[in-house]
């Protein structure tokens, strides 16, 4: 039996519902490609988080990686573990903790590149170069506005 709400929109339709989908979608190639690596989707945030934006503290790298503090501090214990990060402490506030990317971890970087490339490649084909910009002109906006 269903029941009906008029005031919540089709399935369909919803706003939520319609990101996690595309979420599914757009993260399935990413997932394939990491296996080989042995990192998680997580893991490759941070790194590339650490290599395109250099040494950054955890707030930063939480922040930029939409990851939750208790998570991304996991994270950052077994990148560090397997050798991809080097912590550090800030010179200027001793508290702070800093974190850059180690050599194997921008070698895992290096190594996907190119077919990273290739995936985000096929998304903007499949979109058409103006849809995609204006999807991530349209999902920044978002973020930016909630």
Aim: glycine fraction near 6%.
């Amino acid at each position: 039996m269903t029941t009906s709400n008029s005031q919540l929109p089709s399935t369909n339709r919803s706003l939520p519902i319609a990101l996690m989908r595309s979420r599914e979608k757009v993260m399935a190639p990413i997932r394939e490609m990491l296996k080989a690596s042995g990192i998680t989707e997580q893991q490759w945030r941070v790194l590339r988080i650490l290599s395109e934006f250099g040494p950054q503290d955890l707030t930063e790298i939480s922040g930029k990686a939409s990851l939750l503090m208790p998570s991304l501090s996991r994270i950052i214990r077994k990148l560090g573990e397997d050798e991809l990060i080097i912590r550090g402490t800030d010179l200027e506030d001793r508290r702070r903790q800093t974190v850059v990317i180690a050599p194997a971890g921008q070698q895992i970087i290096d190594d996907n590149l190119v077919l990273a490339t290739k995936i985000a490649g096929d998304f903007q084909r499949k979109l058409g170069a103006d849809r995609f910009e204006l999807l991530l002109d349209l999902l920044a906006e978002l973020e930016h506005k909630s």
